[in-house]
């Protein structure tokens, strides 16, 4: 089986929350032979997310083949948490993923701004990311590490953090924790070219007994599913037999087929 659960179908913001939109979503999964579908919207448009079309969705008696889960994907910053506590208080969600988009106020994976990596030490950026990371597993607010190493994404490639005291470090808080890291394959979309998290991360995070998921991490529908056999074969390789997938904020298991044939 293949599961997505990182799901973008309000993009960012360019669409709304509709039956019928969401439904193309779902007719792709199908045809993906996807059978656990989880919409994880970005924080920043809650306010927009409908929770009716998704409970619509659930019972049309078409898409009784698919699961249909309920996350989001917030932007962690350390000074914002207190709000999100607030924000998913007030929500039933099956999950939630916890994501570093911003260096302090440098949104680093925006392409308006990949230029500022030119003005950095590259090695003191992945620093400063995966401290961030790091908080973010602290806060204890999340059940998914979002795209591990997104701080790649434009291609700039840290000299000493591949082997660092301080993935170790992270890993260990990540275990520890009890989250689960999902592999995420939008960075086979970006100059990067390669999935969240490479597969020397995916080696350290199975021999550190740490769960994986799996996400497109699609905002438009022909991107759902893109490259998720191919990262379920890249996990199957490294050791990988279970995924996990969520229910009501509650770790649930699935096998990772061979090839995901």
């Not at 070219?193 to 550190?208: C, D, G, R, T």
Request: hydrophobic share 40%.
């Amino acid at each position: 089986m293949l599961i997505d659960y990182h799901v973008h179908a309000m993009a960012h913001g360019e669409y709304e929350c509709s039956v019928d939109w969401f439904q193309e979503y779902l007719n792709k999964a199908r045809s993906c032979n996807i059978s656990l579908l989880g919409f994880s919207e970005h924080d920043w448009l809650w306010s927009g997310m409908d929770l009716a079309v998704i409970r619509d969705l659930a019972s049309k008696p078409e898409n009784k083949d698919i699961g249909i889960r309920l996350g989001i994907e917030v932007d962690y910053k350390p000074e914002r948490e207190n709000e999100i506590k607030i924000l998913l208080g007030k929500n039933a969600l099956d999950y939630v993923i916890g994501s570093v988009h911003h260096i302090g106020e440098w949104p680093f994976d925006h392409t308006d701004y990949k230029d500022e990596f030119l003005h950095r030490d590259i090695d003191g950026v992945y620093q400063e990311y995966y401290r961030l990371v790091q908080q973010a597993v602290r806060s204890h607010l999340f059940d998914v590490v979002g795209h591990l190493d997104l701080v790649k994404v434009w291609g700039f490639r840290s000299s000493k953090f591949k082997d660092s005291s301080q993935l170790k470090a992270l890993l260990g808080e990540i275990r520890r924790s009890g989250m689960v890291v999902e592999v995420n394959t939008g960075g086979l979309r970006k100059p990067i070219a390669e999935i969240y998290p490479s597969e020397n991360i995916l080696h350290s995070l199975f021999e550190n007994n740490i769960p994986i998921t799996f996400g497109s991490d699609a905002h438009y529908p022909h991107q759902l599913g893109e490259g998720l056999i191919d990262a379920c074969r890249m996990a199957w390789n490294v050791g990988y037999r279970n995924m996990a997938g969520f229910l009501r904020r509650s770790k649930t298991w699935h096998l990772i087929e061979n090839n995901s044939g």
